[in-house]
């Protein structure tokens, strides 16, 4: 079996995006706007925080991949490809972390 990628779950989210309705849950989720999907990505990050604290490994393994496809469910909604953010990732790495945060709150 090939690995499976972000970006083979970036293309299935995008494909099921524009399914049927009634269909397919991410189709659902979009269906419901932006609102909806960044409501459930923020239920996901807290049962990734859970899981982390909780040192349960399985869970958390399980958690975070409900977390990057609720992710990616918003940046399909909202209209923004996972490259844009690997390119303001990669512009990042030409500083520090913290000048790079520094330099976000004006100084």
């Given amino acids: 079996m090939e690995p499976f ?22 189709r659902t989720l979009a269906d419901r706007g932006v609102a909806h999907c ?14 982390a ?16 496809y609720h992710l990616l469910v918003v940046l399909q909604v909202r209209g923004v490809s996972l490259a844009e953010v690997e390119t303001v990732l990669g512009e990042r790495t030409r500083q520090t972390g913290l000048d790079e945060k520094a330099a976000r709150k004006g100084g």
């Fill in 5 to 26: 990628t972000v970006y083979d779950l970036e293309k299935r989210v995008q494909t099921r995006a524009k399914a049927e309705p009634g269909t397919s849950y991410t």
């Fill in 38 to 51: 960044a409501k459930k990505l923020g239920e996901e990050a807290v049962e990734v925080a859970i899981a």
């Fill in 53 to 68: 604290i909780a040192e349960d490994r399985t869970r958390l393994v399980e958690e975070t991949a409900d977390l990057l």
